[in-house]
C-alpha cells in the first residue's frame, strides 16, 4: 500500500525519532511512506478567518498533489494534521474559500485541475486503525508490551473541531487505548487524556501551560499509569519541559519496541 506523507518541520528537528520510527514501523506493516518532494510547513495553526489563504496553500498544494497521485495523504504530527485536515474541510465546504485557493494555485507554474477536496487525509494512527487494523498489528508484534501501564494523551488537536476532524469520540477516544492493548500493553483511563497541556499559551503565560501541563501528566501518574504517550510534538516538549513525572513518550516508539525495530526499551 502506497500513500502520500507529509512529515513537517517539526520532525526534522526536535521530533525526529516520531518520523523515523513511523517509517520503519510502515515499511513491516506493507506500508510505503511516500515523503512529497516539495512540502513546506503547514502553518503551524489553522487560521480560521476565511479570507486568510496564504498561510494555507502549502497544505493545498500537499492535498492537490495526493489527489495527482491517487493517494492518501497521511501525517504523524497532530498539528500539521489538524491543518490539512481542516484545510481540505474548508475547501471542500465553502465554495468561496475553495475559488480563492484555486486561483492562487493556479498561478503555479505547474498547476492541476482545480480542486475540490478529493484527498482522503489521514493521521498515521487512523492509517494502522482503518486501513492495517488492530489485529494485524496485534499479529505482526514480536515484543509485547506486557505488564506496562500506558496513559494515552490525545490533546487537541487530534479531536477538535470534532465535526471536522472525525477522529474519534471527543469526550471518549478509544483509538490510541485500542493501539496500545494491540501492543499488549495495558491502557490507562484518566480524566485529563483530552485536555490541553497549555502548549500554545508557554511564551505568553508560562505559569498557566505549566499548570495545565501538571493537570494532564498528575492526573495520568494518579491513576497508575507507567508512561504517557502521545502523538503530539508540542505536547510532548510542554509535558516533559514542566518536569512530568512519568516519562513522555511518542505512540510510534511504543509501536517500534513492540514490532522489534527499536531493540533496547529506552522509554522506561
Known amino acids: 500500500m502506497k500513500v502520500n506523507y507529509f512529515p513537517g518541520c517539526t520532525l526534522r528537528t526536535k521530533a525526529k525519532d516520531l518520523d523515523f520510527y513511523a517509517r520503519e514501523c510502515a515499511k513491516i506493516l506493507g506500508i510505503e511512506l511516500v515523503e512529497l518532494p516539495d512540502w513546506q510547513c503547514c502553518g503551524g495553526v489553522f487560521v480560521t478567518s476565511s479570507d486568510e489563504i496564504a498561510s494555507k496553500l502549502s497544505c493545498a498544494r500537499a492535498l492537490v498533489a495526493s489527489r ?27 465554495a468561496k474559500f475553495a475559488d480563492a485557493v484555486n486561483r492562487y494555485l ?34 505482526a508484534v514480536k515484543n509485547p508490551l506486557t505488564g506496562k501501564k500506558i496513559a494515552a494523551y490525545y490533546g487537541c488537536l487530534l479531536l477538535r473541531p470534532g465535526k471536522v476532524m472525525a477522529f474519534d469520540d471527543v469526550e471518549n477516544p478509544q483509538i490510541m487505548e485500542d493501539f496500545i492493548r494491540a501492543l499488549g500493553a495495558e491502557p490507562v483511563i484518566y480524566p485529563a487524556r483530552n485536555e490541553c497541556c497549555g502548549g500554545y499559551i508557554a511564551l505568553e503565560d508560562a505559569a498557566s501551560a505549566k499548570k495545565k501541563s501538571d493537570t494532564v ?13 502521545t502523538a503530539c510534538p508540542l505536547c510532548k516538549y510542554n509535558l516533559t519541559k514542566n518536569e512530568s513525572p512519568l516519562p513522555v513518550v511518542y505512540f510510534t516508539e511504543l509501536l517500534a519496541l513492540a514490532l522489534g525495530v527499536k531493540e533496547n526499551d529506552d522509554a522506561e
Open 68 to 94: 495527482d497521485d491517487n493517494r492518501a495523504l497521511v501525517s504523524v504530527c497532530s498539528a500539521c494534521h489538524n491543518v490539512i485536515k481542516q484545510t481540505n474541510h474548508a475547501i471542500k465546504n465553502d
Open 106 to 139: 493556479a498561478q503555479d507554474e505547474e498547476h492541476s485541475d482545480p480542486y475540490f477536496g478529493e484527498t482522503e487525509v489521514l493521521h498515521y494512527l487512523e492509517l494502522l486503525r482503518d486501513k492495517v487494523g488492530f489485529d494485524k498489528i496485534r499479529e
Open 217 to 229: 501528566s498528575h492526573s495520568a501518574a494518579n491513576h497508575g499509569a507507567d508512561m504517557i504517550v
